[in-house]
């Protein structure tokens, strides 16, 4: 079936085909995309856009000689099949396999790994120094969705690369139709006139001229008058050409053609350069052109009816936050959500078509999204900034000087928090608890079950100051969700099951595991008190000083690294306190990065599975045969 | 001799007074501001720079009804002798006085506290959403320097509140006189035909003129021709433009008359406004004027000769910093330097001059300035970024994600770590240790003297992945500075002294107080280990755990705070190794913000004297009487 893409086994094997075969070939990677997708899930309509560029990029540029950086990389498929991925491409996302994302150890054709948006111009731009430094010659080019470019940090390498005047080409994968039709009906006038190698040239010309002309009011008022008009018609051009850029486009980013002869003359072109390519998510196959959302990270799904294959899942964690916050919504004026592009993502759809107003999607803008939460809450409001665990990070500095700091009353609810699964390293939400838990002012939460959840924001949102729940990506435990919400008291935890030999102390997705522990672990003799800690800050202290010194055996569990992580603000609190007999074992994730795979693989390798706890476990205890005695022991 | 100033209890004051008194308050501002810094030092060309802009601001809004807030906030010293504060003013940057920053427990004209740089748009835009969600009417200024307004974050927010059409107003407030060449003589024309009230009902009308005209070839080459000419006629403000907002300006920022006049038309306009604001960083006083870098951020000095007061003090560690940095870009032609708009700040304006192609100012964009190190690291080179603690906190995820991922060799020079002193909660550099610490592949060291430093640099250029050091604000402590670069074994602790009663085991500035203290409790009998840790990550297990054993009492001793710092992750050492049966105590800040203050006060209210740290452990020690035996337990 993919009569051409099997022989690519290097993509130097592209440059010689002609335009036909290329088309034919992209036919093929679609096809070879959607057929793995629809089998292993992952990034289906950010990659099926990119497939005629992907190509044209191969076509004109040597690679790995040649730089290419995917920024966030989740359209980087075709890019993997195209340079020596074909045969594994079968294998991606799963454990052991191809990567959902460039990673530098996986080819040498990823050249920089990439996972979170807008890094990319920052990347090819150090590349770029690096090679004139040597003395090297070639291409760097960065492709950056028009998404990213809203990210601060890729302005911040606009504006820097702009002023290094290094060779290096940006092209900006732009795919919201919006931006197309501000563009209007001069675009490919415009476009062949800026792209003509005259252009620069006769810029200065003009400029010359112009200085010279007497500069009298009729003049200056019919330049000014041109002048506002016209910058409507070549929106964003002159945008990136004040940074610094030569603008090249818009190009129709699915005519191989045109996208590979716009690539060799931005190659030509001294200084950097900006191709504004015009794309359309999921391209190709009907179902994602026509809900790019739905299918821009999505599960195995059925290839003829578009149909995502489902679980019998119970409701997810992200649901039982955005049916929440409608609830809470409808009742407290003062709420209002934040997200940074995600709002399906993090459930918050139905709460932004009922409360449009109290509703704000910032854009991939972590840092200005939790530092406007905190002029919300100086204005009286109370937010809740809904961003995934590993995406927040963008905004440490932010949480910690503008809210904490001020002690604002902002919510962050952080959904992905510990090991999302397949999307790997780039994704997965480790390091939540250690970052947020040396913040001064801040409360930590994490629900061990979705109906705690929606306790767990109710109570967040009477606290007067900042206040985090981090909660797992996916579904939930499947309890009941109780009608009414109930407040929880701050820094208390519960006790789920009495025992004297030793004391399961968990958070989050672990408590569900220590319990079954404690279930298997009864049955061969030793009893284990079952904590489940609701509180990673404040600890409840004296709950846990009062189990840790009965039983005293302390095993915390987490699901988030183990340094500077739950259980070490358990063996923190037991030092300060002076309880040097106790004994802790912190299960959770190694000093590592995590690599791509299911949850349930994952676990299993770091040690975190219902029957690993047990087997460690028994083996430090020896049955203590006092059980009879324990109502006595606890009273 | 402040005749105005001490009249004005309130800003309200200020409407009174005409043109000519507001000059002279201007004035007595000025001459306070310069008296009081001279004392107490302070940012002094920040603050000079906008005398005549605040109280063009006081004038013409009604704080605290309008708010006013201060990006970054060391130019407020205006601001808070106008609103209240004139009397306490003498206590400016003292604990318990006057904060150098805008502080809202300070007062209620301070609407949010500021200290890093960026944050003032996403801010306003939050209060102005609230606002309008309230129904209230008042308006929202921020105020913004060109240097700050390179941060991406602020770029984040000027584009998300150009979408949200609120009434808002920027001000831009540009000191440097390279823009305002850029826009040329055109601009006192352009402004006042901007500022028409007429303007915003013009632009539709022409463009609809536009829209109808034939689009001939010759009319499109005419419109490009020019197009391209204007737009280095209107630099910046199409570029303002083309984010949503009306820019006006520039205004010359030291003539009350216009300011005040652009301030009431920005008022008068709905959506948000960007006002080009041109002002002198140190205005009104020559030797700031002449050398504003220098008086950005100074210590006391002399009114009349503007000689700071030196101090005969050892080399700063920033000194040695740059002066190591120098020697080894001498012989290692992989080394670069970054440096986020602090080359003199971080010692390195040496380097700048000596090696210009390998020196990187990315302005204040920190999280640009760590992607861009990843991409020249990538590209074979091994760049030292080099910024302030506090400020490296708004690049965290690429440290974590762009960095540690990838593992490359890039080495972070972490300046003002620890308590910095005078600039107070915002500048304290005391949660480095916390997040790196669990960043897998970092290694983090801190030296315990000047010396070292330059030692830890020269070994963290030999490591193949990222390498953190952190050091203090200020002068060393006074010991030789050896000719000849060492490398230091990685993970490798130093014992400075033997004693078996207790380990005091210590870390960067704090290994000098923890060899006092066991000076100090010899002379009582008492006999410690003194081991200079060096490495915060990886510790030196072997070292760390033999001397716990022995002495069973471990005390360590950091500047940073408790929470996940140094003394956590020995908990944990001791913890994983299964040492129950050692004591640990840990000395360093706690969990809350620090507020400003001398940085021998603040350390004393902290408990972080050696004095304090004497009594401490004197009550938690008998004497043992074996210390005749110590030869014996060691060997």
Redesign the interface.
């Known amino acids: 079936m993919s009569r051409l893409l099997k022989k690519v086994h290097s993509p130097y094997v592209i440059r010689s085909l002609n335009f036909a075969q290329l088309q034919e070939l992209a036919g093929e990677i679609r096809q070879e995309i959607i057929n793995t997708v629809a089998k292993n899930g992952g990034h289906l309509s950010p990659s099926l856009g990119v497939v005629e560029l992907t190509l044209a990029l191969h076509y004109v540029f040597n690679s790995p000689v040649d730089k290419i950086i995917w920024d966030v990389g989740h359209q980087s498929y075709a890019h993997k099949l195209l340079t020596g991925r074909y045969k594994e491409f079968g294998t991606l996302r799963q454990i052991g396999g191809i990567s959902g994302f460039p990673r530098?150890a996986e080819s040498k054709h990823d050249?920089?790994?990439t996972?979170?948006s807008s890094?990319s111009i920052?990347?090819?731009?150090?590349?770029?120094?690096?090679?004139d430094?040597?003395g090297d010659n070639y291409s760097v080019v960065a492709i950056i969705g028009d998404g990213a470019m809203?990210?601060?940090?890729?302005?911040?390498?606009l504006?820097?690369a702009g002023h290094m005047k290094k060779d290096l080409i940006v092209v900006l994968n732009d795919n919201e139709m919006s931006i197309a039709q501000n563009v209007g009906?001069?675009s490919g006038?415009?476009n062949r006139?800026r792209t003509d190698p005259m252009y620069s040239r006769?810029?200065e010309e003009?400029?010359q001229?112009?200085r010279k002309l007497p500069?009298g009011?009729t003049l200056?008022?019919l330049?000014?008058?041109?002048?506002?008009?016209?910058?409507?018609?070549?929106?964003?051009g002159?945008?990136f050409?004040?940074?610094g850029f030569i603008y090249l486009g818009p190009v129709d980013g699915h005519d191989i053609k045109a996208v590979t002869g716009v690539l060799q003359r931005a190659k030509s072109i001294k200084g950097p350069v900006l191709i504004h390519m015009l794309t359309k998510k999921g391209k190709g196959y009907k179902p994602a052109e026509d809900n790019p959302d739905k299918f821009h990270g999505v599960g195995p799904f059925d290839v003829a009816s578009g149909e995502v294959k489902k679980k019998n899942a119970p409701l997810s964690y992200t649901e039982v936050f955005g049916r929440t916050m409608v609830k809470l919504a409808g009742s407290e004026r003062n709420v209002?959500a934040i997200t940074a592009a995600m709002s399906g993502g993090t459930g918050l759809t139905k709460f932004a078509r009922l409360f449009p107003?109290?509703f704000?999607d910032?854009?991939i803008?972590e840092?200005?999204g939790?530092?406007?939460?905190?002029?919300?809450?100086?204005?009286?409001?109370h937010p809740v900034v809904a961003i995934y665990s590993t995406f927040l990070?963008?905004a440490?500095?932010?949480i910690?000087?503008?809210i904490?700091?001020?002690n604002l009353p902002v919510v962050f609810a952080i959904d992905r928090a510990g090991i999302v699964g397949e999307d790997g390293?780039?994704h997965h939400g480790l390091?939540d608890l250690?970052?947020l838990?040396?913040?001064?002012?801040m409360i930590v939460m994490a629900p061990a079950n979705e109906n705690e959840l929606q306790h767990m924001l109710a109570t967040a949102l009477k606290c007067h100051g900042p206040v985090a729940i981090r909660y797992p990506r996916g579904a939930g435990v499947g309890c009941e969700i109780e009608d009414e919400l109930k407040l929880l008291p701050i820094g208390k935890a519960e006790v789920l099951r009495e025992g004297a030999d030793l004391t399961l102390l968990a958070v989050g997705s672990m408590v569900g595991k220590a319990e079954e522990a404690a279930g298997v672990l009864s049955g061969m003799g030793i009893e284990a008190t079952v904590i489940n800690a609701r509180f990673i800050k404040p600890l409840d202290e004296e709950l846990i000083l009062k189990y840790a010194t009965i039983t005293g055996k302390v095993f915390t569990f987490e699901e988030h690294?183990?340094?500077?992580?739950f259980g070490?603000a358990v063996?923190?609190l037991l030092?300060?306190k002076?309880k040097?007999?106790?004994?802790?074992?912190?299960f959770g994730i190694p000093?590592?990065?995590i690599e791509h795979g299911s949850h349930s693989l994952l676990m299993e390798k770091y040690g975190l599975t219902v029957q690993q706890a047990v087997n460690f476990i028994a083996g430090q205890c020896v049955p203590r045969k006092v059980t009879k005695k324990l109502k006595l022991v606890f009273d």
């Open positions: 530098p050249v920089f790994g996972g979170h890094t920052s990347a090819a731009l150090g590349m770029a120094v690096a090679r430094l040597k809203t990210g601060g940090m890729a302005f911040e390498a504006n820097h009906a001069l006038y415009l006139l006769g810029k003009i400029e001229i112009l500069a009011p200056l008022r330049i000014e008058k041109l002048k506002d008009s016209l910058k409507y018609l070549v929106v964003p002159m945008f050409e004040e940074l209002l107003e109290r704000f910032v854009g803008a840092q200005h939790v530092t406007l939460a905190a002029g919300l809450a100086s204005g009286g409001y990070q963008r440490y500095d932010q910690l000087h503008d904490c700091l001020q390293p780039t390091f250690s970052y838990g040396s913040m001064p002012n690294v183990v340094k500077n992580g070490s063996l923190e030092s300060s002076g040097k007999e106790v004994m802790v074992h912190r000093d590592c990065f």
